[in-house]
């Protein structure tokens, strides 16, 4: 059997220029606002959480609410929210008062997988609570007997938390590739 040993063959390693000798080791880019750990980041977790409440609150104030499955949904994905951006602003604010890096690997996939299950459950949430509104108001023209801006600011309030969890969830994607 013909097998190739070092010693036959040897591998040398590439010569050294003299601009690799001064390099140290690589440096990865300052922390983007946004990230976990930052206080942007943890302004948009505080927008998520304010957007979320207030939907919900706006949703469940209507008596007639749980009458209808998108509502209810909405209302779920809306605490959902609240739970998940209210846990991480205070993540990050303890990051930010101890001046603790939140770059672990581990640690920005779990925000990513949260972030990204969170912010489709909350768009899609909007949506249909959308869609249902829209039903109500302009199909069925029975937004005098309903609460019909109760349900419009509802569900604008839950597409704009969702617009505050789509960058939050980018760049922790962002930050997870490109490692």
Not at 5 to 30: C, D, F, Q, Y
Not at 109 to 132: E, K
Not at 140 to 146: D, E, F, S, Y
Request: net charge positive; glycine share 6%; aromatic share 10%.
């Amino acid at each position: 059997m013909n097998v190739s040993r070092p010693s036959v063959h040897p591998v040398e390693a590439p010569p050294l220029t003299e601009g690799a000798v001064h390099n140290g080791p690589r440096v990865r880019m300052k922390d983007v606002q946004g990230m976990p750990g930052t206080t942007g980041g943890l302004a948009l977790r505080l927008l998520q959480f304010i957007f979320a409440v207030v939907s919900l609150c706006v949703m469940a104030t209507t008596s007639d609410f749980p009458s209808v499955t998108a509502f209810r949904y909405l209302v779920a994905a809306a605490g959902l929210q609240c739970l998940w951006s209210f846990s991480l602003a205070v993540v990050d604010a303890y990051a930010l008062l101890v001046r603790r890096s939140l770059q672990n690997c581990s640690i920005v996939g779990l925000f990513t997988i949260g972030d990204a299950i969170t912010s489709t459950l909350t768009f899609s949430a909007a949506c249909s609570s959308a869609g249902i509104t829209v039903l109500i108001g302009n199909d069925l023209n029975k937004c005098g007997v309903n609460h019909c801006a109760q349900f419009e600011s509802a569900t604008a309030m839950a597409f704009i938390s969702w617009f505050a969890v789509s960058p939050s969830f980018l760049l922790n994607f962002w930050s997870l590739a490109s490692r």
